[in-house]
C-alpha cells in the first residue's frame, strides 16, 4: 500500500506542494496530470524516496521501479548490464527475459547510445519492470516519441503492467495517456499545489 | 592514424632541423652542441649505468609523488564535490595551496621535515594535490542528478554506486588529471632533486650546470623526456581510450 499523508514541499520560500493526500495499492494505477512546472515529478521523487527533505508521512515499499522523463541509462555500461547492475540478486537469465519482453534481446551487447530513443525508453521500461517492483513510477515516460513509438511505448506499459501488476503512479501532462493507463486521475494545480480529483 | 604518425614523425624531425640550424648559428658546442654529438656521450653515460641509475631515481620519485596526489586529491575533491559544507570550509586551504609557490613549498619541506626522501616527495605532492581536487571536485559537480537518484530508487550500497556510477562519470576528470599531472610532477620533481637529493636526474642536470657542459644536460633533460613520453603513449593513452570507448561505439 502507497500512502501520502498531508505531504508539502518547498524549495526554500517557494512553496510547490501542499498538504497532498493520496493512497493506492497493488494492481492499481493512478494518474497525476497537471501543468509543466507544478510539481508533478517533485511528487513522485518524494514517493520513490530520491527526495527526503518533506513536511507530512510517506509510506512506499522498498521495491520500485522508476522511469524518469529522460531514459536514464548509463552510457557507459552495454544494454545488459544497464539492468542487471541494479538488480545485482537477480540472475542474468532475468535481464535476458525482460530484454526479451521489450523486442531488444538481439541489442543485448550493444552500447545505450547505440539504440534509437524508442528503443532507449524500452530498456528504462525493463528496468522499472524487472525483479517484479511492488510500485512502479513513470514520470512523463514517453516524451519525445513519434505517434507511432508512442502507441508501442503505451502498448508495452499495458502488457508489462497486466503481468506484474505492481501498484502505478503515472506522471504525465497528457490527458489521454492518463485515461487510457489509469484507474484514477488526479489533477496538480495552484501554486502551491494541491492534489483535486479528475471525475472519470 | 597513419597521418596522425607522419605528422608527429615530420614535427620531430622539424624540431631537429631547427636544432641543426641553431647549433650551426651559435658554432659554439659549449653554448649549443649539435644533436650527433650528443649520441657518443649519451652512450657512454648509458653503459657506465649512470644514466639507467639517475633515470629510475627520478621515476621511484614521480610514481610515488603521483601515486600520492591522484589519491589525496581524489578523495578531497571528491568530498568536497559531494559536500558545500565541507566544501566551504576547505575551499580557502585549497585557494591558498593553489598560490602557493612549488619553490616555497618545497623548501618548506626541507626545512621541516629534513632533506630526505620524505620531504621530497611531500613536496612535489602537496603541490599537486589542490589541482587535481579542484578538477575532481568540479567532476562531481558535474555528475547526472537523475542517475545519482536512479543509485538511490535501487538501493545501490556506497561500494557499488562509487564503482558503477560515480568513478565513470569521474573517469574524464581523472584522465585530465592524470595527464596534467604527470607533466607538471616531473617537472616538480627535478627542482626538489635540484635542491635538495643526490641522485636523479635535477641532480645530474645541476652537476652538469655548475661544470657548464650544456650537452649532458641536454642528454638528461631528452632522456627523461623520452620516459615521459614512453609513459603517456603506453600507459596515459590507452588508459583514457578504455575509459571512453562506449562513446565512440
Known amino acids: 500500500m502507497i500512502a501520502v499523508d498531508g505531504l508539502s514541499k518547498s524549495f526554500g520560500d517557494l512553496d510547490v506542494l501542499q498538504n497532498i493526500s493520496l493512497s493506492f495499492g497493488k494492481g492499481e494505477t493512478v494518474a497525476i496530470i497537471g501543468k509543466s512546472g507544478v510539481g508533478k515529478s517533485t511528487l513522485a521523487r518524494i514517493i520513490a524516496g530520491v527526495d527526503k527533505s518533506y513536511q507530512g508521512r510517506v509510506s512506499a515499499p522498498d521495491r520500485i521501479g522508476y522511469v524518469f522523463q529522460e531514459p536514464t541509462l548509463l552510457p557507459w555500461r552495454r544494454v545488459l548490464a544497464n539492468l542487471t547492475l541494479f538488480h545485482p540478486d537477480l540472475p542474468d537469465d532475468t535481464a535476458r527475459e525482460m530484454l526479451a519482453r521489450v523486442d531488444l534481446d538481439n541489442k543485448a551487447s550493444q552500447w545505450p547510445r547505440q539504440l534509437s530513443l524508442g528503443q532507449q525508453r524500452r530498456l528504462a521500461l525493463a528496468r522499472a519492470f524487472m525483479g517484479d517492483p511492488e510500485l512502479l513510477l513513470l514520470d512523463e515516460p514517453y516524451t519525445s516519441l513519434d505517434s507511432e513509438t508512442h502507441e508501442d511505448m503505451l502498448a508495452l506499459t499495458e502488457t508489462l503492467i497486466d503481468q506484474v501488476r505492481p501498484a502505478v503512479l503515472i506522471v504525465t501532462h497528457n490527458t489521454l495517456e492518463a485515461t487510457r493507463l489509469a484507474q484514477r486521475t488526479y489533477e496538480l494545480r495552484g501554486s502551491p499545489a494541491t492534489l483535486q480529483t479528475v471525475p472519470a | 592514424?597513419?597521418?596522425?604518425?607522419?605528422?608527429?614523425?615530420?614535427?620531430?624531425?622539424?624540431?631537429?632541423?631547427?636544432?641543426?640550424?641553431?647549433?650551426?648559428?651559435?658554432?659554439?658546442?659549449?653554448?649549443?652542441?649539435?644533436?650527433?654529438?650528443?649520441?657518443?656521450?649519451?652512450?657512454?653515460?648509458?653503459?657506465?649505468?649512470?644514466?639507467?641509475?639517475?633515470?629510475?631515481?627520478?621515476?621511484i620519485r614521480v610514481v610515488w609523488a603521483f601515486a600520492l596526489a591522484m589519491s589525496l586529491g581524489m578523495v578531497l575533491g571528491f568530498v568536497m564535490g559531494q559536500s558545500e559544507r565541507i566544501n566551504d570550509w576547505l575551499d580557502p586551504w585549497?585557494?591558498?595551496?593553489?598560490?602557493?609557490?612549488?619553490?616555497?613549498?618545497?623548501?618548506?619541506?626541507?626545512?621541516?621535515?629534513?632533506?630526505?626522501?620524505?620531504?621530497?616527495?611531500?613536496?612535489?605532492?602537496?603541490?599537486?594535490?589542490?589541482?587535481?581536487?579542484?578538477?575532481?571536485?568540479?567532476?562531481?559537480?558535474?555528475?547526472?542528478?537523475?542517475?545519482?537518484?536512479?543509485?538511490?530508487?535501487y538501493h545501490m550500497t556506497p561500494l557499488r554506486r562509487l564503482v558503477h556510477i560515480d568513478l565513470p562519470q569521474l573517469a574524464p576528470y581523472i584522465a585530465a588529471a592524470a595527464r596534467s599531472g604527470v607533466a607538471v610532477i616531473w617537472k616538480i620533481v627535478l627542482v626538489v632533486e635540484l635542491l635538495g637529493r643526490s641522485n636523479g636526474v635535477g641532480f645530474q642536470i645541476h652537476l652538469y650546470f655548475q661544470l657548464f657542459d650544456v650537452g649532458m644536460v641536454l642528454i638528461y633533460a631528452f632522456s627523461f623526456i623520452a620516459v615521459m613520453l614512453l609513459v603517456e603513449w603506453g600507459l596515459l593513452q590507452p588508459w583514457e581510450r578504455a575509459t571512453r570507448k562506449w562513446r565512440v561505439a
Open chain 2, 1 to 59: 592514424m597513419t597521418r596522425k604518425i607522419a605528422i608527429t614523425l615530420v614535427s620531430i624531425l622539424a624540431f631537429f632541423a631547427l636544432w641543426m640550424v641553431l647549433a650551426a648559428l651559435t658554432n659554439d658546442p659549449q653554448v649549443l652542441p649539435r644533436p650527433g654529438s650528443l649520441l657518443k656521450p649519451f652512450r657512454a653515460e648509458l653503459l657506465s649505468g649512470e644514466l639507467p641509475y639517475h633515470l629510475a631515481q627520478t621515476l
Open chain 2, 94 to 153: 585549497l585557494i591558498v595551496f593553489l598560490n602557493l609557490p612549488a619553490l616555497v613549498l618545497i623548501v618548506l619541506c626541507y626545512l621541516w621535515i629534513g632533506l630526505n626522501e620524505t620531504a621530497a616527495i611531500a613536496a612535489v605532492t602537496l603541490n599537486k594535490v589542490p589541482n587535481v581536487a579542484v578538477l575532481i571536485r568540479e567532476g562531481t559537480r558535474a555528475r547526472s542528478p537523475d542517475i545519482d537518484a536512479l543509485a538511490r530508487v
